[in-house]
């Protein structure tokens, strides 16, 4: 170890042993005993050993400290004599052990009949853990000696440390010839019996809960194959597989009102249906994962059936009373019961009814899922059933052609979709009951069923004698249409697209590409996308070519880029910086004097087709939803979170980003008319030159033939 490697000098605590006078109390207060107990101080070792001080070591944790004590420091010193007593040091695990005075001193911490300490029972409990560890031999002999501390352990069981350590008795043993023997004794000891009959109402809620959890948990230990001896069951595994032994678990339940009784108990007899975990097995064990993991036990089946009317009256219950977890366990055990198919609990779940209870309970929860959530396994382990002869396809020929499922799932979800009244919007509606759901998986369970191979002739043969056999056909190919459609749905459509902006650590609207959503979006368009995972949108279309990288649909024709845009329209890039935007301008501003003549010459060869004079001719050409100069920006290099010009409303175009303050104002020249785009004003800047005419654009632009 790390403190073993140190030459250090003799610590403080070896002085403070050496002395006559030094009690244990001031060892105690030195904050490096545990470090120097666990590197084997020899001299440290040799005084906490002494007869004298081990004794007030137990004294300390099974002893409540004064009162009066700082609240911070109250079990400081049993903390530290808890440490030290557990410590890897074979001289104090041996003069624990072996003194029988000491062993007794500290078992005397559970025959008291007041409420134990928690903090203290587990140091308590750590101590014996230990020395079940260390010296097993000779603390099971202390037991048989001593057959009363059993039934101290079972009345301080509301202690969940004494829980630990009534559970730590039983599994400790690494030797299974040891542990087999002391399943025996524990046997003999009747350990079981008595954890059965401190279920009472007079019970703690503490107390139920963790005598439950242990019954619970000694079956699951019991149960597993690496825990067995030469594959032999358990003594207590064979007491508690007894019909008298199930027997007695089910009266304390039945006959009991006290909730929590009811919830954990019913969690005991559910743990005698599942079979252990694949993690607790076996290496060379395989598992088949597609069966479901239930134990059929045939003690258990025969008493479950007898009593299966008292235990289904725990859950019927008057109208309006809480659905509690207490009653949701009991639905929990009926569905497990279902997947035993045993022919006795199917022939009284049947005579019960208790599927058309379990319905009612279903529709009188609208917001209870977890009860509506088993209700449908249940059901569809009843659908899913392999029937191999007519016991077997008992629940199925109740669930189909008694209970009608088929009427009450349509029933139940015409009704609610009837009160949803969408007509009007300000109109306060009933809310959605939360149900819905399950009776779609329902119904789509039950049409999986009869277009199947399986079980489907049970439900062919009502739909033959029902009054309306098409019925079902109609209900799910038009009354679920809609929800079908929706489940079908993705709810990103490819959202291969938006990866790379959603990565963005850009707050702003280029975060999520509004303007490529706009544009994938548009009716015209649909993109080209390859089948990887790592496709994305690394689209680059420019000018004539842009029709290339798209594929248009059947109800549209390609629409050709006229070269006049491309040449005498410029664009605003957002990627630009201030300064560069103001250089080119000055550029122009001097290069416009020069080719003024020349400037003249195109203009008067190019006609602005965006004049409200013009012609409209070849008007199909341009009849698109994104406007051309969006097209262009596209092809200068915008970022994909640039809006695309949408149809504008009343014949006008809207701009759905406008020009920032720092923009010049795009002015074409017409004829001798000048052309202007309105925009709104950014921060209240006023227009700097004298007020010209301003032309409203229309929309549809009117087409004309460019003069090359």
């Not at 007898?306 to 366990?329: C, H, V, Y």
């Not at 009007?424 to 191979?453: E, F, M, S, W």
């Not at 059947?554 to 664009?571: A, L, T």
């Amino acid at each position: 170890m790390f403190w073993q490697q140190l030459n250090l000098e003799d610590s403080l605590l070896n002085e403070l042993v050496q002395k006559e006078d030094t009690t244990l109390d001031r060892v105690l207060e030195e904050s490096d005993i545990i470090q120097e107990c666990k590197t084997k101080n020899e001299k440290l070792l040799e005084f906490l050993s002494r007869v004298d001080n081990m004794t007030q070591l137990i004294n300390n944790i099974i002893s409540e400290p004064e009162d009066d004590s700082d609240e911070k420091t109250r079990f400081y010193k049993s903390y530290i004599s808890c440490e030290l007593l557990s410590s890897d040091t074979s001289i104090i695990t041996d003069t624990l052990a072996n003194d029988s005075i000491l062993i007794s001193q500290l078992w005397s911490f559970v025959r008291t009949r007041e409420e134990l300490n928690p903090l203290l029972a587990s140091f308590f409990s750590k101590v014996i853990q230990m020395l079940l560890n260390r010296r097993p031999n000779l603390i099971l002999e202390y037991l048989k000696d001593h057959p009363t501390l059993i039934d101290d352990l079972i009345f301080h069981v509301d202690t969940s440390a004494i829980m630990d350590l009534v559970y730590r008795i039983v599994i400790c043993f690494e030797n299974s010839i040891t542990r087999f023997k002391v399943c025996h004794w524990l046997r003999d000891m009747r350990l079981i019996e008595k954890l059965i009959a401190s279920l009472s109402d007079d019970a703690s809620s503490d107390a139920l809960c963790n005598t439950c959890h242990l019954l619970s948990d000694i079956i699951k230990v019991c149960r597993d194959p690496q825990e067995s001896f030469k594959g032999a069951k358990d003594a207590l595994l064979i007491e508690l597989e007894e019909e008298r032994t199930i027997q007695n678990i089910i009266n304390s339940i039945t006959s009991s009102k006290n909730r929590h009784l009811i919830n954990h108990g019913v969690g005991v007899l559910q743990t005698y249906l599942t079979k252990p975990t694949p993690t607790s097995m076996v290496p060379n064990m395989t598992v088949e994962m597609d069966k479901p993991s239930i134990v059929n036990l045939p003690s258990f089946n025969k008493c479950i059936a007898e009593n299966l009317e008292a235990l289904q009256a725990l859950l019927i219950q008057p109208k309006g009373t809480p659905f509690r977890s207490d009653r949701l366990q009991i639905v929990k055990l009926f569905v497990l019961l279902v997947q035993c198919y045993s022919p006795d609990i199917n022939r009284e779940l049947v005579r019960l009814r208790t599927l058309e209870h379990l319905w009612k309970l279903f529709l009188q929860h609208p917001f209870n899922n977890f009860l509506h959530t088993q209700v449908v396994s249940m059901i569809h382990h009843v659908l899913y059933t392999k029937i191999s002869c007519n016991e077997d396809a008992m629940l199925l020929n109740f669930l189909v052609v008694e209970m009608e499922v088929m009427v009450k799932v349509e029933e139940a979800w015409t009704q609610q979709t009837i009160r949803e009244d969408h007509s009007n919007p300000c109109k306060k509606r009933p809310r959605r009951a939360g149900y819905l759901g399950h009776v779609y998986r329902i119904a789509q369970d039950l049409q999986d069923v009869l277009t199947g191979k399986e079980n489907k002739k049970a439900i062919m043969q009502w739909l033959d004698n029902y009054h309306d056999p098409t019925f079902w056909n109609v209900f799910f190919d038009e009354g679920l249409k809609i929800q079908r459609e929706k489940n079908e749905s993705d709810l990103i459509p490819n959202p291969r697209r938006y990866m790379n902006n959603l990565d963005s650590e850009d707050d702003s609207d280029d975060k999520i590409g509004l303007g490529l959503k706009n544009l994938v979006n548009n009716p015209l368009f649909t993109w080209k996308t390859d089948d990887d995972d790592d496709a994305d949108f690394s689209y680059e279309p420019s000018g004539n070519n842009f029709s290339q990288s798209m594929e248009f649909k059947s109800d549209f024709k390609p629409v050709e880029v006229p070269q006049w845009k491309e040449q005498n329209i410029e664009f605003w890039d957002k990627n630009t910086t201030e300064t560069e935007d103001q250089s080119s301008r000055m550029q122009v501003q001097e290069g416009s004097s020069s080719s003024e003549d020349e400037e003249e010459t195109d203009i008067k060869e190019v006609h602005d087709p965006w004049a409200t004079n013009q012609p409209e001719q070849e008007f199909n050409k341009m009849d698109t939803d994104v406007s051309w100069a969006n097209f262009n920006n596209f092809e200068a290099g915008s970022k994909p979170g640039e809006q695309w010009d949408s149809t504008p409303p009343d014949g006008k175009v809207l701009h759905s980003n406008p020009p920032t303050p720092d923009e010049k104002r795009n002015k074409y020249s017409a004829e001798g008319e000048t052309y202007r785009v309105e925009d709104k004003k950014c921060n209240g800047e006023q227009e700097e030159s004298a007020p010209e005419k301003m032309v409203t654009e229309q929309w549809p632009p009117a087409s004309q033939e460019i003069v090359s």
